[in-house]
């Protein structure tokens, strides 16, 4: 309806966009801050304007027909949620390449937010030299955000 008031000169259908976005979190739509469902529409660009105009020239009639675009609108979660799912194989992938010790660092860092050396130290056994050798490849692999420096430094998952 928003796009067939088309209040603004520019930026109707970004702004929809958004607004859908807005409303599947409301809901509890917990793919829409992992994959963009902009991306994929934006992939598929013929296919939005067409489903989008079909239904449009329904709008202000008495049967009015919203498949095409309700249509057109499930496959692009449906596409949403497979790219999430090829990303998270993905990254279960290069996770399994990784050093034990890695993989356990990470688990920590899930399941308790923020971890420090020597927490990992106190958990696993490690060696502190080892663990923070692991910290630094893990946040040069984007894995770990670091907070702060020296002792008091922490590691979140990115």
């Given at each position: 309806?928003?796009?067939?008031?088309?209040?603004?000169?520019?930026?109707n259908?970004?702004?929809s966009?958004?607004?859908?976005?807005?409303?599947l979190?409301?809901?509890?739509?917990?793919?829409?801050p992992y994959?963009?469902m902009?991306?994929?529409?934006?992939?598929n660009?013929?296919g939005?304007?067409?489903?989008?105009r079909?239904t449009?020239?329904?709008?202000?009639k008495?049967?009015?027909?919203?498949?095409?675009?309700?249509?057109?609108?499930?496959?692009t979660?449906?596409?949403?949620?497979?790219n999430?799912?090829?990303?998270?194989?993905?990254?279960?992938?290069?996770?399994a390449?990784?050093?034990?010790l890695?993989?356990?660092?990470?688990?920590?860092a899930k399941t308790r937010?923020?971890?420090?050396?020597k927490e990992?130290?106190?958990?696993?056994g490690?060696?502190?030299?080892?663990?923070?050798?692991?910290?630094?490849?893990?946040?040069a692999?984007?894995?770990?955000?670091?907070?702060?420096?020296?002792?008091?430094a922490?590691?979140?998952?990115?």
């Amino acid at each position: 309806m928003f796009l067939a008031i088309h209040p603004f000169k520019d930026g109707n259908g970004r702004l929809s966009r958004v607004l859908t976005t807005l409303l599947l979190l409301r809901v509890g739509y917990g793919y829409v801050p992992y994959s963009s469902m902009e991306g994929v529409i934006e992939a598929n660009k013929d296919g939005y304007y067409l489903a989008l105009r079909r239904t449009q020239q329904t709008i202000r009639k008495e049967a009015q027909n919203w498949e095409p675009w309700l249509v057109f609108f499930l496959k692009t979660m449906v596409k949403q949620k497979d790219n999430l799912a090829a990303k998270v194989k993905e990254e279960q992938s290069l996770r399994a390449t990784l050093p034990a010790l890695s993989r356990q660092i990470l688990d920590l860092a899930k399941t308790r937010g923020e971890i420090t050396v020597k927490e990992i130290e106190d958990t696993t056994g490690a060696n502190r030299n080892t663990i923070k050798a692991h910290l630094k490849k893990l946040a040069a692999q984007h894995y770990l955000a670091q907070i702060g420096k020296g002792r008091g430094a922490r590691y979140t998952l990115k």
